[in-house]
C-alpha cells in the first residue's frame, strides 16, 4: 500500500479536539453550524474540476 498512500493527497488540517472548539466559542454572542458532510454535495462543481477544488476552514 506504500504506493497508493504515496499518491493520496492528504488533508494539513486535522481535527482540532472538543476543549479547542469549545475555547474558541466561548463567550461568542452568535453561533453558525455547518453541516460539511451533507452540505458538501450541493455546491455544483464540473467535473473536470473537482480534483482541482477544496474547501478549507479554520475548524
Given at each position: 500500500?506504500?504506493?497508493?498512500?504515496?499518491a493520496?493527497?492528504t488533508?494539513?488540517?486535522?481535527?482540532?479536539?472538543?476543549?479547542?472548539?469549545?475555547?474558541?466559542?466561548?463567550?461568542?454572542?452568535?453561533?453558525?453550524?455547518?453541516?460539511?458532510?451533507?452540505?458538501?454535495?450541493?455546491?455544483?462543481?464540473?467535473?473536470?474540476?473537482?480534483?482541482?477544488?477544496?474547501?478549507?476552514?479554520?475548524?
Amino acid at each position: 500500500y506504500m504506493e497508493l498512500n504515496a499518491a493520496c493527497v492528504t488533508d494539513p488540517f486535522l481535527m482540532p479536539f472538543t476543549e479547542e472548539i469549545l475555547e474558541g466559542v466561548a463567550g461568542r454572542e452568535i453561533y453558525s453550524f455547518t453541516d460539511g458532510f451533507s452540505g458538501y454535495h450541493q455546491v455544483r462543481i464540473a467535473q473536470e474540476d473537482q480534483e482541482k477544488t477544496t474547501f478549507t476552514t479554520e475548524w
